[in-house]
């Protein structure tokens, strides 16, 4: 999932929709693909991309020092944000090393081919693929009515 991880933390912190809450969820959410940066700085192969830091362990790791960081409110969401990532990276056809260090078998869904993890070619791939579209279409709109509803209950986003 490419701009999918955007849709995930809006709708995550529609719960609590105040700066704050922006910055932790969006912040969690994207840190499994920070790997991609150790990767473009040479210090690790593409293929170091989606292991480690898309595992259970890592984020229960992280949830852990987020809970003990920012609080039981902030924590669970940057939490839930990192596991959202993870779930929705399962799709690909390369899998997700869920169990990692423990065990190397990966999980997929097997919806769309793993296209690279940087770049215009990457996401040109990536959104050629109809299961790539539908379900970041469905992202959305969940999106969309997530804060339809908000602001028709008037409780609109600040």
């Known amino acids: 999932m ?9 709708a995550i912190a529609a719960v609590d929709p105040r700066p ?13 693909n ?9 210090l690790a ?25 920012l609080g039981p409110f902030l924590g ?12 929705a990276d399962i799709p690909t056809d390369t899998g997700i090393p869920l169990l990692l260090p423990f065990s190397r078998r990966r999980f997929s869904f097997n919806l769309w ?16 693929q109809k299961w790539a579209r ?4 469905g992202v959305f709109l969940a999106v969309l009515l997530i804060y339809g509803a908000r602001a028709l209950l008037g409780t609109e986003v600040a």
């Open 134 to 137: 539908v379900l970041e279409g």
């Open 34 to 42: 920070a790997d991609s940066l150790v990767i473009r700085a040479g």
């Open 20 to 32: 704050e809450t922006f910055a932790v969820v969006f912040a969690a959410q994207f840190l499994p």
């Open 76 to 87: 669970a969401l940057a939490g839930a944000s990192i596991l959202a990532h993870v779930v």
């Open 2 to 10: 490419q701009a999918g991880h955007i849709g995930l933390a809006l």
């Open 45 to 69: 192969r593409p293929d170091f991309h989606g292991t480690y830091s898309h595992s259970l362990l890592f984020i229960a790791l992280v949830w852990g020092v987020a809970l003990l960081a």
């Open 113 to 128: 081919t793993n296209t690279g993890y940087w770049g215009g070619e990457m996401f040109r791939g990536y959104y050629a």
